[in-house]
């Protein structure tokens, strides 16, 4: 049984809840929009890593992390983009990677607005887990935890770590 932590749009923030919640993690993914590399360094720190880099995210960033991962965990196999919009909207080059590799799992990031949708047409869910950064429009800092095993995903939690406007600079 593997224990994945999904987050995404940190934004340079990372603060001792979401630490908290990455030490009780098999497997930790971040989907984009980190701000700073020392937001993975600390993410490491706990678990693996698969971070792919977002649309504010800078050279140094860049050259950390890729704009696509593809893995698979326990028989199930991820796609993870920043920019990825829903089903059955995805940006044409996403569909294509979908139709080739079939994913069970479809993460992204983004928007900042917490998303888990069934997508029977590609036999896979999508994933966002909203931001759990304080920068944005959001009001709520989230973030997602599940478990997989044997092929199943499970447990399926909303992390919700506070109001984005009680944040102190």
Not at 81 to 89: A, E, F, L, M, T
Request: charged share 25%; proline share 5%.
């Amino acid at each position: 049984m593997t224990k994945v932590l999904l987050l995404s749009d940190t934004h340079s923030h990372i603060d001792q809840r979401i630490l908290n919640y990455a030490q009780k993690a098999d497997v930790i993914f971040h989907a984009g929009d980190i701000g700073e590399v020392k937001i993975l360094k600390a993410l490491e720190n706990f678990a693996p890593l698969y971070a792919v880099y977002g649309n504010i995210d800078g050279q140094e960033i860049r050259s950390y992390c890729p704009k696509e991962i593809v893995v698979e965990i326990e028989k199930v196999k991820i796609l993870m983009h920043h920019i990825g919009k829903y089903p059955p909207h995805y940006p044409p080059k996403i569909q294509e990677k979908i139709k080739e590799i079939k994913p069970k799992l479809y993460f992204c990031g983004h928007s900042h607005i917490l998303k888990v949708i069934p997508d029977a047409k590609n036999h896979l869910i999508h994933m966002n887990p909203g931001a759990c950064g304080k920068y944005g429009f959001h009001h709520i800092r989230t973030m997602l935890r599940f478990t997989i095993h044997q092929g199943k995903i499970s447990n399926l939690e909303v992390i919700e770590l506070g109001l984005r406007s009680s944040m102190k600079n």
